[in-house]
């Protein structure tokens, strides 16, 4: 079946570091999804990549689609405290199930 | 709008029982997908389901069922509770496709001793 890995597990940057996290899939993706998960939370819907090479921005916040549409990247300019939590990617294939990556923890030191 | 609303919150249950936990979706959404999340294996897929028909399934053992109701309200189930069932089970609805963007709830925190 499908699988997304995500890496890393964690990062800890120090508040102003830039920071990224990665997505794998074993398959091509019809599209991929990041969420957010603050402590104690749940998973908050951040994004939605559907095109070969796409890239979108959401202020700090830079997302990218693989051309081979099997991996995606998020990266984040100048971390503040309030960025906080676990990143999920989270890819549809055609099997029509969405598979979530492992997430990367975020902590931020100020 | 209010959000996806999941009851209960919490629940604690003993090995062998059964349990039955409820989801509320957005308004207007009729696409409800379950979820499990645990330390170990992360957000797992369990079904989803749009207008009371289980679309999709997840690898998940036959213990583990759903429902959904002509309001789009939904159910899940899990009869004869494992320890390893302990887990936080989210609930999230999209409009129609499920591909689209999912509206988690606050989840169900469910402890099997």
């Known amino acids: 079946g499908q699988q997304v890995m995500q890496i890393p597990q964690y990062q800890h940057v120090q508040e102003g570091e830039d920071f990224t996290t990665y997505c794998n899939s074993s398959t091509t993706l019809s599209n991929i999804q990041w969420y957010k998960q603050r402590p104690g939370g749940h998973p908050v819907f951040l994004i939605q990549?559907?095109?070969?090479?796409e890239v979108k921005k959401q202020k700090r916040l830079t997302f990218q689609f693989g051309e081979a549409k099997k991996n995606s990247s998020l990266h984040i300019t100048a971390t503040q405290t309030t960025d906080v939590g676990t990143y999920f990617c989270a890819g549809w294939d055609a099997g029509n199930m969405l598979t979530f990556g492992g997430g990367t923890r975020l902590m931020v030191k100020p | 709008k209010a959000g996806v609303t999941q009851t209960p919150r919490y629940l604690i249950k003993t090995r062998g029982q059964q349990v039955t936990l409820s989801c509320s979706p957005i308004?207007?959404?009729?696409?409800v997908s379950w979820y499990q999340q645990t330390p170990g294996q992360g957000l797992q897929f369990l079904f989803e389901?749009?207008?009371?028909?289980?679309?999709n399934k997840g690898n998940f053992p036959g213990r583990f069922s759903g429902r959904q109701f002509s309001n789009s309200r939904s159910e899940m189930n899990v009869s004869t509770l494992e320890l390893g069932d302990s887990a936080l089970y989210l609930c999230a609805s999209s409009l129609a496709r499920p591909e689209a963007e999912q509206f988690f709830g606050p989840g169900t925190r469910l402890t099997v001793l």
């Open positions: 990549l559907v095109k070969s090479g």
């Open positions: 389901y749009f207008s009371e028909t289980q679309r």
């Open positions: 308004s207007g959404h009729r696409s």
